[in-house]
């Protein structure tokens, strides 16, 4: 066989290899401490029973936290009042805080509320502002006692835990790291971690298009020293034992936060991921959404606003059980005890959800 | 030996434009310019090259506010 046929084909023979490889899927690179799922062992249907408030108050309520007799509603969007008080398990409604406004004792904006020690903690990311309040005497009203103001360098803060009497965790917004953590002073005490994305070009070159894109919402438990995090878009969550340092990433079928840069700014493409998570003792519980942004534009707003699932997965992230609902909802409450999820359902009147498990 | 040089050079060519067109995410824009050219509705915000719609929890960069969606505008220019 002459040279030319012999290089001929050794060429086509390394043209299907090259065709195998480029047909063969994407392979992104992560590292050892990511982990694929991508189905749950258990799933269980869960019915709702809809709360019926005696006040029509909301707009979108977001958030929900109960603690002991008082459960607590944020609304994400409301014209007067941010929070909303109510006795719990019944939920007559008692008082309203966080007014609505630019005076210094008002807020612009409110992304998440904590309650700790009988306190209730507020973050406004307009203001950059932490804001503790207490109970009033009678119990029946909150009354503003501190207003932590962060440091400039925190940036766009969207969202908060407590680790403990003296210390905030922030999810950093600039790309630089992946969390923050922060002093009763607002003052910035050290950062950690990096956002674990595979996609190479962002971590080099748009970092804070990157975190807008992995913008996540947390939670902390004190008990078991494990953080999560889970990821708006697409569909990622973040395990950090903070007591022994240990960090898994779980990603699912959804993949990583899907974004394009337009002005240095990550505008969201690809699916609506999580929006609430929470950490028991046992367990992590966080709700999932999976529209696609595609369909969400081209259904112009009709479709309805928040998760049908609830994940479920052990504090190592290990896929427990998926919960389908027959309520869209947003925020969750968990209570191993009584084995019940409170939830937010915005597309409704009546938006307090009642779930029992188990 | 030249023709073998330029059927390789084309071989590699054509991989990298399959491969290119295979992994090629949909063009997200143009798709929304489609179904909402007349959505430019009195609740949104523009900054003339994308749009923040309707009322949700997805922080709009322009204006800080949470919105249901974000899409690269369409520009008249």
């Known amino acids: 066989m002459s040279t030319e046929a012999t290089v001929l084909n050794s060429s086509i023979s390394l043209l299907f290899l090259l065709c195998f490889f480029s047909c063969s899927t994407k392979q992104k690179e992560y590292g050892e401490n990511v982990l694929l799922y991508s189905e749950f062992p258990q799933e269980k249907e869960l019915k709702g029973e809809i709360i019926e408030l005696d006040t029509a108050i909301f707009r979108y309520p977001f958030r929900i ?50 309650i700790q020690n009988s306190k209730v903690w507020t973050l406004d990311a307009n203001k950059n502002e932490l804001t503790r309040l207490g109970f009033s005497s009678s119990d029946d009203s909150l009354f503003r006692d501190e207003t932590v103001t962060l440091d400039e360098d925190i940036l766009r803060p969207l969202d908060f835990a407590i680790y403990n009497d003296s210390t905030f965790i922030i999810p950093d917004y600039s790309g630089e ?182 | 030996m030249r023709k073998l040089v330029v059927f390789v050079f084309l071989c590699i060519a054509v991989i990298f434009s399959f491969k290119e067109a295979f992994f090629k995410k949909d063009n997200v824009q143009n798709s929304f310019m489609l179904c909402n050219i007349e959505a430019l509705a009195a609740d949104n915000e523009s900054s003339g090259r994308w749009n923040c719609h309707f009322t949700g929890s997805v922080d709009c960069p322009i204006s800080s506010v949470k919105v249901k969606y974000v899409y690269g505008g369409y520009s008249l220019e």
């Open chain 1, 65 to 114: 936290r109960v603690d002991g007799d008082k459960a607590i509603v944020m609304d994400l969007h409301n014209e007067d009042y941010y929070g909303h008080l109510f006795h719990y398990p019944d939920f007559k409604y008692l008082s309203s805080f966080g007014r609505r406004g630019d005076s210094p004792t008002e807020i612009l904006s409110m992304e998440n509320v904590r």
């Open chain 1, 177 to 358: 790291s992946r969390l923050c953590w922060v002093d009763r002073h607002g003052h910035a005490l050290r950062k950690m971690g990096t956002i674990p994305s595979s996609n190479e070009e962002a971590l080099q070159h748009a970092r804070p298009a990157l975190a807008q894109a992995w913008r996540s919402f947390l939670d902390y438990n004190p008990h078991s020293g494990i953080l999560a995090a889970v990821t708006q878009l697409g569909e990622v969550l973040e395990i950090y034992n903070l007591k022994d340092s240990t960090h898994v990433v779980r990603i699912g079928k959804s993949e990583e936060p899907e974004f394009k840069v337009a002005d240095g700014y990550g505008l969201p493409t690809g699916i609506m991921g999580f929006s609430d998570v929470q950490v028991t003792d046992n367990a992590i519980y966080a709700v999932f959404h999976g529209t696609s942004f595609k369909e969400i534009a081209k259904q112009q707003g009709r479709l309805p606003d928040g998760g049908k699932y609830i994940y479920v997965f052990t504090l190592k992230g290990e896929p427990l059980c998926k919960y389908v609902l027959d309520h869209y909802i947003n925020g969750i409450w968990v209570d191993e005890k009584s084995k019940t999820i409170m939830a937010t359902d915005v597309n409704s009147d009546q938006p307090i959800v009642r779930f029992s498990f188990g």
